[in-house]
């Protein structure tokens, strides 16, 4: 399985924009990269994806490089609601599709 | 749209004890996952689901752990007997297909004494 690496924490000024890089050199022709986050005692939830092309939704950016063997996660205004762990996952469309978390990145947001 | 429920939130028992956990996906979803998190680490997969079949359970603790979806809709997850290394957040993911997004639970936090 296609492996991610992302910084252990990062902080991050209130309404300030954030962006958390991911390295995934391995990266494979089928692999989507996807972000889930997982707020204190939830669940993960999913952010975003993409494969080849930047991509924007109502809760972040997510910028591919041109090679993919990198990407970063922007949030554009944080909020102390977006203090949570952030996983960047490659997943193979190819075969199983799983889901392989990582250990993600703790963002702190200070007010 | 309800999201997927999970029951227990909280449960505590003591080694060599049965324990289960239920998850209710949402509906019209025919896929569901088992994760299993330890403290400090992302979602480990444990089981997948297609309707009711179990697709992919190579990471099931198969000596102890047990889990079944009666007619492709709620789970139930099984650990007998619970040892302490046990101890985690079970998690219910559930998606319209494979390839869909999925969708988690609260998860259940089990502390086995």
């Known amino acids: 399985d296609a492996k991610t690496t992302q910084p252990n924490s990062m902080e991050s000024n209130e309404e300030e924009p954030v962006h958390l890089p991911c390295n995934h050199s391995t990266i494979s022709g089928t692999d989507y990269i996807h972000w889930y986050r997982q707020l204190p005692s939830q669940g993960p939830e999913y952010v975003i994806h993409g494969l080849t092309s930047n991509v924007n939704n109502r809760m972040a950016s997510l910028a591919i490089a041109e090679d993919r063997k990198s990407s970063t996660l922007i949030l554009h205004r944080a909020t102390l609601r977006d203090a949570a762990v952030y996983y960047c996952i490659l997943r193979d469309v190819g075969s199983q599709g799983n889901l392989i978390f990582g250990k993600g990145t703790k963002l702190s947001v200070k007010p | 749209e309800a999201g997927v429920v999970q029951s227990p939130r909280y449960k505590i028992i003591e080694k060599k004890q049965p324990v289960a956990f239920w998850c209710n996906p949402i509906s019209g979803h025919n896929t569901l996952y088992w994760y299993r998190q330890n403290l400090g680490q992302g979602p480990e997969l444990l089981i997948r689901y297609e309707n009711e079949e179990a697709v992919d359970d190579s990471q099931l603790p198969k000596d102890r752990f047990s889990a079944e979806r009666l007619k492709g809709v709620d789970s139930t997850l099984k650990i007998q007997p619970a040892e302490l290394g046990d101890s985690a957040v079970y998690l219910c993911?559930?998606?319209?297909?494979?390839?869909?997004?999925?969708?988690f639970g609260p998860g259940t936090r089990l502390t086995v004494l």
């Open positions: 993911a559930s998606s319209l297909s494979r390839l869909d997004t999925q969708y």
